[in-house]
Structures are given as structure tokens and as C-alpha cells.
Nanobody, 116 residues
Framework: QVQLVESGGGLVQPGGFLRLSCAASGFTFSRYAMKWYRQAPGKERELVAG????????SYADSMKGRFTVSRDNAKSTVYLQMNSLKPEDTAVYYC?????????WGQGTQVTVSS
């Protein structure tokens, strides 16, 4: 079965950085695009970034452009989110998602807290 497991979250000071990972299993990872989302307390889940199956194409929400970088290692079936210049408003639970056979699969999420 499809499984997505995020890791790498934690507490970081404003201006700091974190690298999130999402390890995938249960499907042919290299054939599918992947996306990162986040959900802050009291807010709707929002799209953060996306990456094509090959990794050649990426996209970002406007507020993340220039600060976040999405990448993937198909040999390791893992997608990454490098987050730099973090702000308190980046505090949220971060999720990875794939769409496989017309169904969305989500990981359990990893908490990112940006605070001094």
C-alpha cells in the first residue's frame, strides 16, 4: 500500500532553516509528481510546492518563492523541502502528497515551529 512518511520538522528560530523529507513506498515513485502542503492552526491546508516525476519541473506558492526549494531523489523514493529564511508565519504542519491511481495519499505530517 502507498505510504508517505515525513520527517525533519522541529523548532527553529526566525531566519533559520530546516530540511524536510518525505519517504515514499508502495508505488513506483519515479513516475509520479509530488507536492508539499502545510496547514497552520485555524487555517486551511495550502499548497507549498510541487515537483514533477523527473524533478525537472518545480513550482512554488508565491510566499515561498526564493526561500523554499523542493527536490527529489528517485533512487531513494524521497522528496525534500529545503526551507530557508524561516518566518513565524511558516509555523505549520507540513505534509507531502501524491496522486496515485486517481486517489490522493497524504503523509502524517511533520510539525515546523518558527519561534524565538
Amino acid at each position: 500500500q502507498v505510504q508517505l512518511v515525513e520527517s525533519g520538522g522541529g523548532l527553529v528560530q526566525p531566519g533559520g532553516f530546516l530540511r524536510l523529507s518525505c519517504a515514499a513506498s508502495g508505488f513506483t515513485f519515479s513516475r509520479y509528481a509530488m507536492k508539499w502542503y502545510r496547514q497552520a492552526p485555524g487555517k486551511e491546508r495550502e499548497l507549498v510546492a510541487g515537483i514533477s516525476s523527473s524533478g525537472d519541473s518545480t513550482s512554488y506558492a508565491d510566499s515561498m518563492k526564493g526561500r523554499f526549494t523542493v527536490s527529489r531523489d528517485n533512487a531513494k523514493s524521497t522528496v525534500y523541502l529545503q526551507m530557508n529564511s524561516l518566518k513565524p508565519e511558516d509555523t505549520a504542519v507540513y505534509y507531502c502528497k501524491c496522486r496515485y491511481l486517481n486517489k490522493d495519499y497524504w503523509g502524517q505530517g511533520t510539525q515546523v515551529t518558527v519561534s524565538s
